[in-house]
Nanobody, 114 residues
Framework: QVQVVESGGGLVQPGGSLRLSCTAS????????MGWYRQVPGKQRELVAA???????NYANSVKGRFTISRDSGKNTVYLQMNSLKPEDTAVYYC????????WGQGTRVTVSS
């Protein structure tokens, strides 16, 4: 069994910051890519940022320059530092860990509102 657990969501004012964390645990031999996705009602889940085991990163255009993804491979943990948050960043954020299969967390809600 593999568990993926996110934390760090919450309510923040526009222009504020949040840091999300995600840890994968269980019967995992090797995790390749870990990433953050987000979803709002009525829309498809979209990639926010991803990082490979080698440290290569990929960001959605909408978050470039504001969000930073980082990883502690020894702990199978990935972080998403979110700065200059906008109301349109409001969503449920999901973490995905890719090993032999893809494993998803339960999601953490981020609300950006004054």
């Amino acid at each position: 069994q593999v568990q993926v657990v996110e934390s760090g969501g919450g309510l923040v004012q526009p222009g504020g910051s949040l840091r999300l964390s995600c840890t994968a645990s269980g019967s995992i031999f090797v995790i390749d890519t870990m990433g953050w996705y987000r979803q709002v009602p009525g829309k498809q889940r979209e990639l926010v940022a991803a990082i490979t085991s080698g440290g290569s990163t990929n960001y959605a255009n909408s978050v470039k320059g504001r969000f930073t993804i980082s990883r502690d491979s020894g702990k199978n943990t990935v972080y998403l530092q979110m700065n200059s948050l906008k109301p349109e960043d409001t969503a449920v954020y999901y973490c995905k860990a890719r090993a032999v299969n893809d494993y998803w967390g339960q999601g953490t809600r981020v609300t950006v509102s004054s």
